[in-house]
């Protein structure tokens, strides 16, 4: 991570983040936009944040986006 190409993410990856996007195809996401949600995941998780299956992509980078305004 991060990724570059949607071809770089396995499988499991990718099926949980069109779950949690709502798109039925990797592709239908920007790869930037795939990066910040799994960095943001990751940080989520490290700080002991709960609720994150709430969150689609759009959601989280717009969440971020917020805190970094």
């Keep these: 991570m991060p990724y570059k190409r949607h071809i ?3 499988s499991l990856t990718a099926n949980y983040i069109c779950t949690v996007s709502g798109v039925s195809n990797i592709y239908a ?3 930037e936009e795939i990066n910040v949600y799994l960095k ?13 299956e ?4 759009p959601e989280f980078v717009r969440t971020l986006e917020k805190d970094i305004a």
């Design 29 to 31: 996401l920007d790869i």
């Design 8 to 10: 770089e993410i396995d």
């Design 54 to 57: 709430r969150l689609t992509v």
């Design 40 to 52: 943001g995941m990751n940080d989520y998780i490290d700080d002991d944040v709960k609720d994150l």
